[in-house]
């Protein structure tokens, strides 16, 4: 906060500031004299930054010490009167960065839309003091000669004068021989949204006054029908004061108006133009007060959570898939809004985009906000805005929106909570939102509700150890059942050459079945492309990307080689490039695949795919899962995208193309992962009338997992799960730090992580630290990765000084010349 001057208003200002980079500490810097009165926490400055750099930075701190070691710059302009940050934000900011071990700056830059971040850009200029012409090349002349035509160019517009796409040289030597002068030009990004309108001067606003104008007219019959026009959106004639909004420009235009005789009568001085900024969302007619009616079960559910709230600040909220937990958030939603309190509705980044928010939006209408990374910058920063002024009050939003401007939460809904999006891998911070939630609800009094038919395991031991409270609801809405869920042995059909094209003849008889009844099915495969990979028959040569240790997915419809880690691409080959044979085949099956198979095998259904390559256009997800629910599309077949809380009616038969990949992946939550994944899928079969089945391709049909799947029993999962987590030490008994070794060069990575392990296994002991070994991708982009893992007991370590020490061995490592090239990433609870 802003500290008393008292009477020494004379002394000079400075500030610390938060700065969107990846530095540890924050940057002091001086206010000039006339805005040392409206600079506060929280409020943007644009600041300079080494050399060249202009960069908006937030205060931190307000006070009269100048910097010991440099002189402090000035901070170049003040952006905001009113603070856009809040206290609480910047102390979650700092919270988060200390946690995930990163800088403040790299939260920052993650937690601001774009739009809130100007930014600069290089231009060049005639320098007018230039008198040495001679120096210059005949190239350098005539480029120069343009350049005085011009006010000042761009990086990019020299590229395009000069057709060349580096043009650093060029202007690095007409700096130098004092030619031009490079600057910095600041470039607001957030864009208010302006709607021109139209409407009379106020001399005319009158009832005589009009009627006498429509007179003068008489005999320019197109202006005087566009000012008819005009009163037929707004009767003036009996509400003058409508005429001070005015008609939409676009109004008039699209009834035949045109611009010429629009710009007639503003010449004559009849008509004005205005422009208003509007808000990007459109006003929806919701019904605030629409009463929810919750079943017995359900509502015994809602006044459950609520008494256990009273104990806690958590609730688990275990509702198998189909139990209705929308309806009970929005009536926990309800209760908590109309206290005064802020809401905010964590969701996937998938789930977002589809059915929930609609149904949300019902309820809550325009009060609502949706926070989303398929937003343009300048909407994100219109629900920041929104949020700091009162207007939203309720946020439904993915894993950033944990950064918004609250300051008086009363509840966090974390939906789908086992879900691993709710970590950011990439970049730095690298935290886990549900967990940050819980950290910023304590913060604000707030509560937590996480919510999932199939919880982390994390969660529930927290719930089981008391420290969360625990509410389970075990029937689905209305008269729908659980799905049967069957596992076929396709080793057996396999043996017994039964199967077509890999499907077994049960899964197919079921499909055919279900399409004469004009029931729909889903196909799941967590796999897309065509297939994993092409194979030379002869050779046994396997594509492979040049960048990365992993084989190039075969695309079919844009005949493609796709690398899925590094993105790169080639086009497919039709021969081998190692001995020429044109016996090249593609091996193994991606979502692509068993559509194509689908097609051929059942000509007559509509068949429909959804995975990451058929909804990266802005609405094609809305689209696919529209198309579905309309009932126009017979199968649709998916990746894990289809398991994330869809609610579709007439489902009754769930394929699972092969479950073997999940259950047998090699890291410590594959069985995690595959139960929820299996458990999710086949929950989306039989939420109506109709009752589901679902069945399991499988060449473990005795697997543990899916032995807990089949019958529905989450809980013994868990407790088999436990054991093997406690046997190996893994979450949820300790907490796990990767340390990430990477560089071009294998050998200095291996000694680099090789030095870092032994190093760290001096303090917590060999036991402690796993590791290095070769990451399950060996090289990502050119670059060699290693991983060191740390195992840390919850119950005996203090993971904070282990932090410390862990931080303070990495700079050895980095500072020490030999591995100056290396590069370590520490991720805090990986998942
Ligand atoms: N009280 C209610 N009144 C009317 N319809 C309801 C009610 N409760 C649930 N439903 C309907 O039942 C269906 C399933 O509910 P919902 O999608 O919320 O389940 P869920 O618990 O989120 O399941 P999942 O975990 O599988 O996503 C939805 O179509 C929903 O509209
Ligand atoms: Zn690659």
Partial sequence: MRQELGDSMEQTVFVDVVLPVPIPQ??????????????????????EFGKSRVLTAIIAVVHHNPPPKYQAKYILELLDQIPVVTPSQLWLFSWVAEYYMCHIGEVMNIALPAGLKISSQSKIQYNPDFNNPELLSSEENTFLEFLLTQDSLTYDEVGRYLEKKDVNKVIKDLVAKHAIIVFEELKYKYKPKILKKIRLKRVYEGSEEVLQLIDSLEKSTKQQELILEYLSHIPIQDLPEKNKAGVEKTKLREAGVSDSSLKTLKDKGILEEIEVVISRFEESAGNPNKVIE????????????????????????????????????????????????????????IALTTQIVTRLKRVFGSSMAVYHSKFSDNERV??????????????????????????????????????????????????????????????????????????????????????????????????????????????????????????????????????????????????????????????????????????????????????????????????????????????GVGTEKIEDDL???????????????????????????????????????????????????????????NADKMIHFPDFRAAERAFQLIT???????????????????????????????????????????????????PPFTRIIEITVKDVDQTLAHQAANKLAEALSIRLGRERVKGPEKALVERIRNKFLFEVWLKLEKDKMNIQATKEYLKKEIVNLVTDKKFKSVQVIVNVDAV
């Fill in 26 to 47: 924050l940057f002091t810097y001086r206010v000039p004299r006339e805005l040392s009165e409206y600079v506060q926490v929280g409020s943007r400055v644009v600041v």
């Fill in 599 to 657: 097609h051929e095998i059942f000509p007559e259904a509509v068949i429909s795919r959804m995975d990451l390559d058929t909804t990266r256009a802005k609405n094609a997800l809305q689209n696919i899962i529209g198309d579905f629910e309309s009932g126009e599309v017979d199968i649709l077949v998916g990746t894990q995208m289809i398991s994330k809380g869809l609610d579709f009616d007439r489902v009754s038969l769930v394929g699972i193309y």
């Fill in 382 to 587: 219109e629900v920041w805005r929104g949020v700091l002024d009162g207007t939203y009050q309720f946020v439904v939003g993915v894993r950033s929106s944990i950064f918004l401007p609250f300051d008086n939460l009363g509840l966090i809904i974390v939906d789908e909570e086992h879900e691993s999006s709710y970590k950011q891998f990439d970049p730095a911070p690298r935290y886990h939102a549900r967990d940050v939630a819980i950290m910023l609800a304590i913060k604000q009094h707030a509560k937590v509700l996480l919510g999932s038919a199939t919880p982390s395991i994390e969660s529930f031991f927290q719930a089981k150890a008391n420290k969360y409270g625990l509410v389970s609801l075990n029937v689905r809405f209305g008269n729908a059942q659980l799905p049967e869920i069957r596992l076929i042995d396709v080793k057996k059909d396999r043996k017994e050459k039964t199967l077509v094209k890999d499907f077994s003849q049960l899964l197919l008889n079921e499909i055919s079945s279900n399409l004469q009844n004009k029931e729909q099915t889903i196909i799941f495969q967590n796999r897309r492309g065509y297939a994993p990979y092409l194979n030379c028959q002869e050779c046994n040569w396997i594509g492979q990307c040049d960048q990365c240790a992993v084989t190039l997915t075969y695309h079919m419809q844009s005949q493609q080689l796709i690398c899925h880690y590094c993105g790169h691409r080639e086009s497919t080959r039709k021969t081998c490039p190692d001995c020429g044979s044109t016996n090249v085949k593609s091996v």
């Fill in 294 to 349: 919750l079943s017995d079960a359900q509502r015994e559910a809602s006044n459950s959570i609520m008494e256990k709230f009273q104990e806690k600040q958590v609730v688990l909220f275990h509702g198998i898939t189909g139990s209705g937990k929308t309806e009970i958030y929005i009536d926990l939603i309800q209760q908590v809004l109309a206290s005064g309190s802020q809401v905010l509705f964590l969701l996937p980044e």
């Fill in 680 to 730: 999710q899928v086949s929950g989306r079969a039989g939420r109506r009338e109709i009752p589901g089945k679902v069945l399991i391709q499988t060449g473990s049909p005795q697997n543990r997992i899916l032995q807990f799947v089949i019958n529905n029993d989450y809980v013994g999962f868990y407790e088999s799960e436990l054991i093997e987590r406690e046997g190996y030490s893994y």
